[in-house]
């Protein structure tokens, strides 16, 4: 990541946190001349990503922090592993610690829970693909850590990639009215993925020069069957209804992507904390 996808959240997040007035529990309880030695520790195994934005918070809260990496974003963790250590004054580590760790923690855990989705599709065709369901402000973060958790993404936003949806159909009449539109208004160069709800809309689709139809809430079978109905002529996507426990059997039908909303909406944070040295 560069530091410009990220600077400006980590700017918020402080903000928010010290409000200009500082940390007045760490400057009223601690002398400043007081300096510590802290371990940054995962007390969960998982996929570590965003030690780059960790360090950041403690080096804009005060730059004479030391933050020492001891993995790297994209490792697979045990439990009590420590990730990084970090020296300087410890009223500057207790001030930039929560804001670290809440990144660090989030991005983390939507590593590890794509890492999962990835595994688990291991020798298939498919590719796990995030969404636009990512927490407002922190999308650049989400996105980073699905690519850590060896998942890929899909657009980044409205302006980036054409997705047609039912409204978009409804609105524009019909699949082949929506398609054309788009397609003379964005050029060849930008793709345009068609979201469909049954076999027929498959048909539909594959009348036109959309580049991927993504199938929403299908069932293996009529996900094998589209994938057949495609023959190879359009990228096909699956979506809705992807656990664990089901993505297997979903990639097992040929699709060639999986998009998963709930890896950046709802993947629980990875456990980490911040350990002083007594």
């Known amino acids: 990541m560069n530091i410009g996808d990220y600077a400006d959240i980590v700017e918020n997040a402080l903000g928010e946190d010290l409000a200009g007035l500082g940390d007045v529990t760490s400057d009223s309880v601690i002398p400043p001349?007081?300096?510590?030695?802290?371990?940054?520790v995962a007390h969960q195994h998982g996929v570590i990503a965003g030690l780059e934005v960790a360090a950041h918070v403690f080096a804009r809260v005060d730059d004479t922090v030391v933050f020492e990496p001891v993995v790297a974003d994209g490792d697979r963790v045990a439990a009590e592993t420590t990730l990084a250590l970090v020296t300087g004054p410890s009223r500057s580590?207790?001030?930039?610690?929560?804001?670290?760790?809440?990144?660090?923690?989030?991005?983390s855990g939507v590593a590890t829970a794509t890492a999962e989705l990835v595994e688990a599709v291991a020798g298939t065709s498919a590719r796990i693909t995030d969404t636009r369901k990512t927490m407002p402000g922190l999308r650049v973060l989400d996105k980073y850590a699905v690519t850590v958790g060896g998942g890929v993404n899909h657009r980044m936003g409205l302006y980036d990639g054409v997705m047609i949806?039912?409204?978009?159909?409804?609105?524009?009449?019909?699949?082949?009215?929506?398609?054309?539109?788009?397609?003379?208004?964005?050029g060849p160069a930008v793709k345009i993925v068609v979201e469909v709800e049954s076999?027929?809309?498959?048909?539909?689709?594959?009348?036109?020069?959309?580049d991927r139809v993504l199938l929403d809430n299908l069932?293996?079978?009529?996900?094998?069957?589209a994938v057949e109905m495609t023959g190879g002529r359009m990228e096909t996507e699956a979506s809705g209804g992807v656990t664990r426990e089901t993505v297997r059997a979903i990639a097992e039908t040929g699709?060639?992507?999986i998009s998963v909303g709930w890896i950046t909406h709802s993947a629980p944070q990875l456990d980490i904390a911040l350990d002083f040295a007594s």
């Open 93 to 107: 580590i207790l001030t930039a610690e929560r804001t670290a760790l809440n990144l660090l923690a989030r991005m």
């Open 165 to 186: 949806k039912d409204n978009h159909i409804v609105a524009a009449g019909d699949i082949r009215t929506a398609v054309t539109r788009a397609r003379e208004s964005v």
């Open 199 to 210: 076999l027929d809309q498959v048909r539909e689709v594959l009348e036109t020069d959309a």
């Open 33 to 40: 001349q007081t300096r510590s030695e802290a371990n940054l």
């Open 255 to 257: 699709v060639g992507f």
């Open 219 to 225: 069932t293996p079978a009529m996900l094998s069957e």
